[in-house]
Structures are given as structure tokens and as C-alpha cells.
């Protein structure tokens, strides 16, 4: 449902899955309509009872597949040419950490699962903050070490305007990742709700610092590659 959000006309985001070949937007909507499928599928499985649970396993890990091709589609579709500092495998990484973060700290509130399960969860919620957190070291080494105006002009607005939002998501991140070291030594239940509430603010800042800090190549830039220079021979 998200994935319609990057279209300008929404009403007609039906179109958008006409595209699968070659647009990561339309595969992007396609996996994550069928992960929505699974994930429905997969709950009426379970409450069908113990005959189907061999049937609830196998749709579980198909709704799992879909959705991890989704988030795939999601972060590949920010790696253009017009946006050099986006065009990383950072990038997908950022985007995979974000779902691990937080899915598994939802799992713990609404699943209730016992204190080995909990265990787990908060592991994973804490290893996938680790990896943001190395995404973003890898964003700011990419800044201080890369001279082209798209890194230069990134980096101005993320350590110049926006240096107490950018300092404030590190933070929220710590702190996420301090609250899951803890959590897997006590496993308690109730502190899922406040690290997601943390992970959840830090997750918005991250993504609202991807979008207004990025600058793109002009126009002179984007037609000098290889892919437009052909475009435009056509």
C-alpha cells in the first residue's frame, strides 16, 4: 500500500504493476501486494487449526521471501545515476535494517512470545540497529572521502542545518541498540513497546534526512552518462 505514495497520481496506482520487466517501482508494488496475500493466508492458516500446520510454515516462509524481495525492490529503486549519494549498496542495507529493527519489537508486543522467543527477537531487532548504524558510518566515510558536488553539497546540509536532526538519529539508534543488549540478558516483555517507540523516531529522522539531504546532478551531469547519451542517440 506504501509503494503507491511514490506515484503523483495514486488513483491510478493499478498501472504501476504494468511495468514488471523493467520498473523496480511496479515490482516493488507486485511483491509487496503478494506478501500481503501470504501474510493474510498465513494467519488464516494458523487459526485453521494443527492439520494446517505444515500448510501455515510453508505460506509463513513464502510470506517472508516476498516480503524481504519487496524491501529489495524498495531500496533499489533510489539507486539512479541523478542521485550519486543514494547509489550505494548502503542503501539496500539501510533499508533491510530498517524492517529488522522494528518488525521484531512488533513481533514481541503482539505475538507474546515466551522469554527464549523473546530473546531472539530482541536480538535481531538489536543486530539490524548494529547494521544502520555501520550504514551510517559508511554514509559519512563516503562524504569525507568523496570530492564530486553531489557528496560535497550532501555533506554541507547533513553536518551544516541538519547536523541536530542527523546527531539525534545516532543517538535514537544507541540507545535502540543499548535497550536490545539489555533486553536479551532480562527478556521483558513491556520494554519492546518503548525501544519501538524509540526505533520507530529514529527510522522517521533517517528517512526524512535521506530525502532533504541528498543533491542531485544537474541536468548537463545526468545527460553526460553512458545510459542517456544513448537515450538521447535514439
Given at each position: 500500500?506504501?509503494?503507491?505514495l511514490?506515484?503523483?497520481?495514486p488513483?491510478?496506482?493499478?498501472?504501476?504493476?504494468?511495468?514488471?520487466a523493467?520498473?523496480?517501482?511496479?515490482?516493488?508494488?507486485?511483491?509487496?501486494?503478494?506478501?500481503?496475500?501470504?501474510?493474510f493466508?498465513?494467519?488464516?492458516?494458523?487459526?485453521?487449526?494443527?492439520?494446517?500446520?505444515?500448510?501455515?510454515?510453508t505460506?509463513?516462509?513464502?510470506a517472508?521471501?516476498?516480503?524481504?524481495?519487496?524491501?529489495?525492490?524498495?531500496?533499489?529503486l533510489?539507486?539512479?545515476?541523478?542521485?550519486?549519494?543514494?547509489?550505494?549498496?548502503?542503501?539496500v542495507?539501510?533499508?533491510?535494517?530498517?524492517?529488522?529493527?522494528?518488525?521484531?519489537?512488533?513481533?514481541?508486543?503482539?505475538?507474546?512470545?515466551?522469554?527464549?522467543?523473546?530473546?531472539?527477537?530482541?536480538?535481531?531487532?538489536?543486530?539490524?540497529?548494529?547494521?544502520?548504524?555501520?550504514?551510517?558510518?559508511?554514509?559519512?566515510?563516503?562524504l569525507?572521502?568523496?570530492?564530486?558536488?553531489?557528496?560535497?553539497?550532501t555533506?554541507?546540509?547533513?553536518?551544516?542545518?541538519?547536523?541536530?536532526?542527523?546527531?539525534a538519529r545516532?543517538?535514537?539508534?544507541l540507545?535502540?541498540?543499548?535497550g536490545c543488549?539489555?533486553?536479551?540478558?532480562?527478556?521483558?516483555w513491556?520494554?519492546?513497546?518503548?525501544?519501538?517507540?524509540?526505533?520507530?523516531?529514529?527510522?522517521?529522522?533517517g528517512r526524512?534526512?535521506?530525502?532533504?539531504?541528498?543533491?542531485?546532478?544537474?541536468?548537463?551531469?545526468?545527460?553526460?552518462?553512458?545510459?542517456?547519451?544513448r537515450?538521447?542517440?535514439r
Amino acid at each position: 500500500g506504501v509503494s503507491v505514495l511514490h506515484l503523483g497520481r495514486p488513483a491510478v496506482a493499478w498501472k504501476a504493476m504494468r511495468n514488471v520487466a523493467h520498473s523496480w517501482l511496479s515490482r516493488e508494488v507486485v511483491l509487496f501486494c503478494a506478501f500481503a496475500t501470504a501474510s493474510f493466508a498465513y494467519v488464516g492458516a494458523l487459526t485453521a487449526g494443527a492439520p494446517s500446520g505444515r500448510v501455515a510454515m510453508t505460506v509463513g516462509v513464502a510470506a517472508c521471501a516476498l516480503g524481504g524481495a519487496g524491501i529489495y525492490a524498495s531500496g533499489r529503486l533510489y539507486l539512479v545515476p541523478a542521485r550519486p549519494v543514494w547509489r550505494s549498496g548502503r542503501t539496500v542495507v539501510a533499508f533491510f535494517a530498517t524492517a529488522v529493527a522494528t518488525g521484531p519489537l512488533l513481533a514481541v508486543l503482539a505475538g507474546h512470545p515466551d522469554a527464549g522467543g523473546r530473546r531472539l527477537l530482541f536480538a535481531l531487532a538489536g543486530a539490524a540497529t548494529l547494521a544502520q548504524l555501520a550504514a551510517i558510518q559508511h554514509l559519512v566515510a563516503s562524504l569525507a572521502l568523496r570530492r564530486e558536488r553531489e557528496f560535497a553539497l550532501t555533506a554541507k546540509l547533513l553536518f551544516g542545518p541538519f547536523r541536530a536532526l542527523f546527531a539525534a538519529r545516532v543517538a535514537l539508534a544507541l540507545a535502540v541498540l543499548a535497550g536490545c543488549v539489555w533486553a536479551v540478558a532480562a527478556a521483558p516483555w513491556a520494554a519492546a513497546g518503548g525501544l519501538l517507540v524509540l526505533a520507530v523516531a529514529g527510522e522517521f529522522l533517517g528517512r526524512y534526512l535521506f530525502f532533504v539531504t541528498v543533491t542531485p546532478m544537474t541536468a548537463a551531469q545526468r545527460f553526460s552518462t553512458g545510459r542517456d547519451t544513448r537515450r538521447i542517440a535514439r
